[in-house]
């Protein structure tokens, strides 16, 4: 079954140090695959996405993710963490159904950010 | 910028009352979609709709059912409201590579 673990419960940071969130999937075909922030009481923002290509993906605030299919992780990255970065940190794969697909999300990494 | 919009943002009511959930989009989506968001935060899919007059079933068995009448429009609907319904709720649409999500509706059922 297809299934997305995001081993973190809690990550805390100093503001200015680099991050990593960590995310492994389960899915038989090439996935694709999703990080999305979500600040308190909001819904989600799409941070980046891999379907295809090159393996390394650029998003937007200044986070990236690397695909490594032999490890079946697709971690995010950030040099240099911002006061607003903290917020719930979602990672999810799209699965095949019918014409479309579904998103299939891990239970969330929340980023505490220390002044 | 909200592409997709969810009303309420909050509501609080009394178990046994009928509740609709808002979702419009102004993307011109075919497909839409409700999550739910349990208080472990986990995301969860309820429903789904690849166009007008299409509505499925999602992952995770909800009492709850949706209509599509307009492509814009997918309401979601309470007959009977319970405690073991609060949550909160999102809505989104598709194209073909990414999911726009709404704010939410977060309900309390007291």
């Avoid at chain 2, 208080?39 to 599509?68: A, Q």
């Amino acid at each position: 079954a297809q299934s997305v673990t995001q081993p973190d419960i809690h990550i805390t940071v100093s503001e200015g140090a680099s991050l990593e969130l960590r995310c492994n999937y389960s899915y038989g075909a090439t996935p694709y695959l999703f990080w999305y922030v979500q600040s308190p009481g909001q819904g989600l923002q799409l941070l980046l996405k891999y379907f295809s290509g090159d393996t390394l993906v650029q998003g937007i605030k200044g986070f990236e993710a690397e695909f490594k299919r032999s490890q079946s992780s697709f971690n995010l990255r950030k040099p240099s963490v911002h006061w607003s970065d903290a917020a719930e940190y979602f990672c999810a794969v799209g699965t095949r159904m019918d014409s479309s697909y579904k998103l299939i999300f891990g239970s969330g990494t929340r980023l505490l950010v220390r002044p | 910028e909200a592409d997709i919009y969810q009303t309420p943002r909050y509501l609080v009511i009394g178990t046994g009352k009928k509740i609709t959930l808002e979702c419009s989009q102004t993307m011109g989506h075919d497909k839409m979609y409700w999550y739910q968001q349990d208080p472990g935060m986990e995301l969860h899919l309820i429903h789904y709709s690849y166009g007008v007059n299409s509505t499925e079933k999602g992952d995770l068995s909800s009492e709850s059912t949706v209509s599509r009448i307009r492509t814009e429009h997918f309401p979601l609907t309470l007959e009977s409201a319970r405690p073991s319904h609060t949550s909160q709720y999102l809505c989104a649409s598709s194209e073909s590579y990414g999911y726009t999500f709404g704010s939410g509706t977060r309900l309390t059922v007291v």
